[in-house]
């Protein structure tokens, strides 16, 4: 299985056309190509792909905080906080996220279909009804519709769930997809802890491997993208281009992410 990298490079993207053939009425005439990812360099992750979910198996496992992987995962989390204004934050558990052998040959077929795959770790943060991974003993889903930590973690990501939240439209800034920052505490943003009396003291955010394939940079809102320009795979939207750790990376097809772990985290 080939290694994970996070660092975003698409140094090989080829001139964009200015044509009527790869135009759109939605997107600016001139798109820019990403050259190189301006973040900071992010950690070379050397972590395996989780095993396909065993039936009746709970979709995730805790990883010690002696285990490689944990220290591995929490190092990239704490490099991605990349936001100056953004207190601190302690990485208390990560799990390994298992996902059924369908939903994983699925996006194994959509990454082989892209000629240059472009796979990388990006976070997502989402709301949380319930205390999944709160600790060990907290580790089945709920029932809550609403809980999209559960939801993700039973079916994986659903294009067609972006939006439908109430107030949520206005930060689908490039269209209806699904989103995620190489940075941790731009993922930070968007994890909500909601339950009342449930209601956890800690943020939980996904980690996730997602096939970006051929990509393309665009710094003005495009509100209504349903799919990438033509010709591409993905959108790295920039809205300020002086703030790196906003960047937002937008995928239009379910199969291209799958979610790898749960970051668990609160102040430290």
């Given amino acids: 299985m080939a290694h994970f990298n996070p660092s975003f490079s698409l140094r090989n993207v080829p001139p964009h056309a200015q044509d ?46 002696s285990d490689a992987q944990f220290a591995e995962v929490s190092k990239l989390f704490q490099q991605a906080w990349n936001n100056p204004f953004k207190g601190r934050q302690v990485v208390r558990h990560v ?83 699904i989103y995620t920052s190489p940075s941790s505490s731009k993922a930070h943003d968007y994890c909500f802890n909601k339950g009342g009396s449930m209601k956890s003291k800690y943020k939980a955010v996904f980690l996730n491997s997602v096939v970006l394939g051929k990509a393309v940079q665009l710094e003005e809102e495009v509100h209504g993208l349903q799919r990438p320009p033509q010709h591409y795979n993905s959108v790295i939207g920039r809205k300020n281009p002086e703030l790196d750790y906003e960047d937002a990376y937008v995928v239009y097809d379910n199969d291209a992410i799958r979610p790898t772990h749960l970051v668990v985290y609160g102040k430290a």
């Avoid at 001139?30 to 396909?52: F, G, I, W």
């Avoid at 369908?102 to 077929?109: G, I, K």
């Avoid at 279909?113 to 709301?127: M, S, W």
């Fill in 20 to 65: 009527t053939e790869t135009t759109s009425p939605l997107i600016p005439a001139s798109p820019k190509q990403v050259s190189a990812h301006r973040n900071r360099p992010l950690q070379r992750l050397t972590l395996s792909r989780p095993p396909a979910l065993a039936a009746n198996a709970q979709p995730v496992s805790l990883l010690p905080a």
């Fill in 95 to 177: 799990y390994i996220v298992q996902m059924n052998a369908r939903l994983m040959a699925a996006y194994d077929s959509y990454r082989k279909k892209q000629p240059a795959a472009n796979e990388q770790h990006l976070f997502h943060g989402t709301r949380r009804y319930c205390t999944l991974g709160d600790d060990e003993s907290s580790l089945f889903l709920c029932d809550e519709r609403h809980c999209s930590v559960c939801m993700i973690l039973r079916s994986s990501y659903k294009v067609e769930k972006a939006g439908t939240r109430p107030d949520s439209t206005k930060h689908l800034r490039w269209g209806r997809g």
